[in-house]
């Protein structure tokens, strides 16, 4: 909200939605608002997160991938939860970086959010040391169309095109799309992205409404590698790689597709909340679907129950074959778990979880790296209990 607005500065909705100060909260939250992202208009990311205190994208190669540094040291391990629109951008505690290279950040995006600190395990698994939320923009109240055209050295282009509009006075559309090409200014750092996102929003009434939500986007990039003390110093814009390597021109090259329908419906006391969503990525699909309950006879406890699928995928980024001539693959997995969380009061609250609660054993990630094949095992059940006083 504006400053001064109702006397607010700012409305921060956690995931308790329990009423108290932020100043109260185990966490510190921050974002990027609309007016500097237009500012920044940037090609990745990093450009507009960075400004946030604490918050460290690193932009690996010039190129669409990242990795992070909030709360700790730079890594790559699955310690921050990446979301859009509340929903997690991949599953969570994997090899965590270039999360965020599946969101609509050059086609539609509105609002930029990290939370640090203890009270983002709230957010689900993976929110150990932050989350990361891209807010797309809603539906206009009035007819609004944009297009936008930006170009810069080195081949850089990007296309924006923007269009939203109420439908009737119950609904209405957002579709947005992008196109960015830039061949890089070091050697072999060249990507193209294209993107599109469509919203539909529809109140039905009585306090209840459905945001249904498709996002798609086709990457295409050349890679390369970090630089000897020698290269650094007499040639910086080389890609890093031998000859040997460029030449079998390695290359990302990745699809991803995620369909959402958020309901939400308030009634007397009680809120409920459904967030079912499916995700696909090129060789790769995970669908997951979240029941949240608040009851009206028991207030301050909320209860969600999480399912977790994902689909088949290929160990390593060239989809490469055994000696056999077979894919290598993961066949994926399935798990549920049931978390809980009662607020007894202002001061004291009990989290719990049970994680995996059908006790299945699963692959967390398989990975095929330097000829071997090694595969990190997923946790049994397990359950933990926790108990929060604030003074």
């Not at 539909?200 to 986007?217: I, K, M, P, Q, W």
């Not at 969503?277 to 979240?290: E, F, G, K, Q």
Request: net charge negative; glycine share 8%.
């Amino acid at each position: 909200m504006d400053d001064g607005a109702d006397g607010f500065e700012r409305i921060t909705v956690t995931a308790s939605r329990q009423e108290s100060l932020d100043t109260d909260l185990a966490m510190s939250v921050k974002g990027v608002g609309e007016e500097e992202l237009a500012l920044d208009n940037g090609q990745h990311v990093a450009e507009s997160l960075n400004s946030i205190s604490g918050v460290l994208i690193d932009q690996l190669s010039g190129g669409q991938g990242h990795k992070a540094a909030i709360r700790m040291p730079m890594n790559t391990g699955g310690y921050y939860l990446y979301l859009q629109d509340n929903i997690p951008l991949q599953s969570a505690a994997f090899f965590n970086h270039n999360a965020l290279w599946w969101s609509s950040f050059n086609s539609n995006v509105a609002r930029m959010e990290v939370l640090k600190g203890a009270d983002t395990a709230l957010y689900g698994s993976g929110a150990v040391a932050a989350t990361v939320n891209i807010l797309s923009a809603d539906v206009a109240d009035k007819p609004e169309t944009s297009v936008d055209l930006m170009l810069g050295e080195d081949g850089y282009t990007k296309v924006q095109a923007n269009h939203s509009n109420k439908l009737s006075n119950t609904q209405g559309v957002r579709v947005s799309g992008s196109y960015l090409n830039n061949d890089g200014w070091r050697d072999h750092t060249g990507s193209k992205r294209a993107e599109v996102t469509l919203r539909h929003e529809l109140d039905l009434g009585d306090n209840e409404r459905l945001v249904t939500s498709f996002v798609a986007s086709d990457l295409e990039q050349e890679m390369a590698a970090g630089l000897t003390e020698n290269l650094y110093e007499n040639d910086v814009t080389n890609s890093g790689l031998s000859d040997a390597v460029l030449a079998s021109d390695p290359l990302r090259k990745i699809k991803y597709m995620r369909l959402s329908t958020q309901w939400d419906k308030v009634d007397d006391n009680n809120f409920y909340s459904l967030i079912p969503y499916y995700r696909y990525r090129t060789n790769d699909y995970i669908a997951n679907v979240r029941v949240r309950y608040m009851p009206a006879f028991l207030q301050g406890f909320t209860t969600m129950l999480e399912v977790q699928s994902i689909g088949e995928y290929c160990l390593d980024d060239a989809n490469s074959q055994d000696g056999e001539g077979s894919d290598r693959k993961d066949d994926g997995y399935t798990i549920a778990n049931l978390k809980a969380l009662y607020q007894i009061s202002e001061s004291l609250s009990i989290n719990a979880r049970i994680l995996n609660i059908t006790d299945e054993k699963y692959v967390q990630e398989a990975s095929y790296r330097y000829r071997k094949t090694k595969y990190s095992p997923g946790a049994p059940r397990t359950a933990y209990i926790g108990l929060n006083y604030q003074f």
